[in-house]
C-alpha cells in the first residue's frame, strides 16, 4: 500500500529541493492536490525560505 505525503508534506519537499513557489503551486496541481494551505502567509513565507536556503546550500 503506497501512502502519498499531505499536500504540505509534498510543497515542502519540493521547497527542499529549491523549487520556487509558482513550480510547487504547480506541481501540487499536476499532482491533483488541494492547494488552499498555500493560501496561508506564514506557509508561503516558510516555504520561500526553504528554497531559499536549498539554494544557498547547492
Do not use: C, N, W
Amino acid at each position: 500500500m503506497d501512502v502519498r505525503p499531505t499536500a504540505l508534506e509534498r510543497a515542502f519537499a519540493l521547497a527542499e529541493d529549491g523549487k520556487p513557489l509558482a513550480v510547487i503551486r504547480e506541481t501540487l496541481k499536476h499532482e491533483g492536490y488541494d492547494q488552499g494551505h498555500l493560501s496561508s502567509p506564514t506557509i508561503r513565507k516558510q516555504l520561500i525560505a526553504k528554497t531559499a536556503a536549498a539554494k544557498a546550500s547547492a
